[in-house]
């Protein structure tokens, strides 16, 4: 398999931080140029979209989605059903839950090498399985 990347849905916000500071935070502006230096494949998950969605602020929504549309997208990835997901990465709780097991099951189908994520969640949620070498 061809090293490439899965971004989550907070590292796409941080390389295009619109928040009040409208800073993006150094370890983020090294990773991008690093990705894009080196030509390291990178895209985000369709589902990130819907993970954007949740955000209250209106208009940030809207500068984020146009932001989005710049960066590649992970075409058709698999997608599992629920009770599949709830068996193989437990506690779903809510939709970022259900996000985040679906980013980790098309990572899981190898349709990245690695998935890029600060979620403390996320990464306790793989702690102990074949993945957490891959997140």
Do not use: W
């Amino acid at each position: 398999m061809e090293l490439s990347f899965l971004l989550d849905t907070n590292v796409v916000i941080q390389f295009e931080e619109v928040g009040p500071d409208r800073q993006i935070k150094g370890p983020f502006q090294k990773l991008h140029a690093l990705l894009v230096e080196h030509s390291l494949p990178f895209k985000f998950h369709p589902l990130t979209e819907n993970d954007l969605d949740n955000d209250k602020d209106r208009s940030r929504l809207g500068e984020m989605l146009s932001r989005l549309k710049k960066y590649p997208r992970l075409e058709k990835p698999p997608l599992a059903e629920g009770p599949e997901l709830e068996k193989l990465f437990r506690g779903i709780k809510n939709t970022n839950d259900l996000i985040d097991c679906q980013l980790l099951f098309a990572l899981s189908r190898n349709c990245a090498t690695y998935l890029i994520s600060e979620d403390a969640k996320l990464h306790r949620r793989v702690a102990g399985t074949d993945l957490e070498d891959r997140v």
